[in-house]
């Protein structure tokens, strides 16, 4: 049977083990969206993970969602990608890039465009935008003939990622954000064939998907869900509505022989979790949630069990870059220090050392 350390094909993904980095959110970009040299040096440090998933990257100038946010879109932000690809790939590691369009979860003084979502329902609550608190406005609904303008940015970002070296791509559709926002039921209140029913709810989704698998490659694209994960306004509560939704993509994403699904749930092991799996039929990477932080004996023990293929891990990492070898060697760990999560530049980034640098400090304090 499969553990934690051996490998896995995920379309035409080969992972050296089956921890998988998390898309974490750092805001270490340029204002521009241009990735940093802090974060060619971030990423790089991690690659001896078996697949890294970067942070979300936004794939027009609509989706940006916050400050700080790397994008998919200019000759300069792929250049500055290709600088963190190259990295990893030069440490012998696997990068894909998730691209993820905020829909309603921003604001113009953030992205300097109007905010875009399925139906004008905003979410409730606050953001930062210019060193300020200011409430998330109103989105405006897209029409059903600008559908296709955002698939063609999702096409256009995959394809810019490709162009930037990744080996492949995640669409993000979790956590409350655009593609999200059209598969839930308190965030799509559409009445045309995008909104009501499971099948008209998933039909964008799937429409994303196969327009970026027609230019990639089914190989290279996976897909991240988080169904009841309750988040930036979009909740999930009725249980027979969220298996006739998330099983009728299921359905829909099979025949196109993804990389992956990767889903976020804090009961992966459960039934509802498990009977998406069962429907997918593909590589299925599971990630416990933001509760509490994903354990050795977590990770270790969802594989013994055989919840999924792959476990994706994010607090952890943020701590330990070469986390791969302290878990496969029982070794401590660093402590997470929670308040440079979302600073900016080097402190809480790239300064966490390996165990070997560590274990010298120790010794030149002793």
Not at 152 to 173: M, W, Y
Not at 307 to 318: F, L, P
């Amino acid at each position: 049977m499969p553990n934690l350390f051996s490998p896995l094909i995920a379309g035409d993904l080969s992972l050296a083990n089956r921890i998988v980095m998390a898309p974490l959110t750092r805001t270490r970009a340029r204002a521009d969206g241009v990735p940093t040299d802090v974060m060619v040096e971030h990423y790089a440090q991690r690659a001896s993970v078996g697949l890294i998933v970067s942070e979300g990257t936004f794939p027009s100038a609509a989706g940006k969602g916050f400050e700080g946010q790397p994008g998919l879109v200019t000759a300069d932000q792929v250049a500055g990608w290709r600088a963190v690809t190259d990295a990893v790939h030069d440490e012998g590691g696997l990068i894909v890039a998730q691209v993820m369009h905020a829909g309603r979860v921003t604001h113009s003084d953030i992205s300097g465009l109007p905010v875009e979502a399925p139906s004008a329902l905003a979410v409730d609550g606050e953001t930062r935008a210019g060193g300020r608190k200011v409430r998330y406005p109103v989105p405006r609904a897209l029409g059903i003939d600008e559908l296709p303008r955002i698939v063609d940015d999702f096409v256009r970002g995959a394809q810019n990622a490709i162009d930037a070296g990744f080996d492949g791509v995640e669409l993000h559709a979790a956590n409350g954000y655009l593609l999200h926002e059209f598969l839930g039921a308190t965030s799509n209140t559409r009445t045309d064939a995008y909104g009501g029913s499971p099948e008209n709810r998933i039909r964008f989704v799937v429409e994303v998907v196969e327009a970026v698998v027609a230019q990639i490659g089914a190989g290279r694209v996976g897909i991240r869900i988080s169904p009841e994960r309750n988040i930036q306004g979009l909740v999930e509560d009725d249980p027979e509505d969220v298996e006739s939704v998330y099983g009728a993509l299921m359905d829909a994403l099979a025949p196109l022989d993804l990389a992956f699904v990767s889903v976020l749930h804090p009961e992966p092991w459960g039934s509802m979790v498990q009977g998406l799996r069962s429907r997918f039929g593909g590589p299925f990477l599971v990630n416990t949630g933001f509760a509490e932080a994903t354990t050795r004996d977590d990770a270790v023990g969802m594989m013994a069990d055989a919840v999924g293929d792959a476990v994706v891990v994010g607090r952890a990492i943020i701590a330990n870059p070469d986390l791969v070898r302290r878990w496969k060697d029982e070794l401590e760990q660093n402590e997470l220090d929670l308040s440079t999560i979302y600073a900016d530049g080097a402190v809480g980034y790239t300064d966490y050392p390996t165990y070997g640098a560590a274990r010298e400090l120790d010794n030149l304090r002793s």
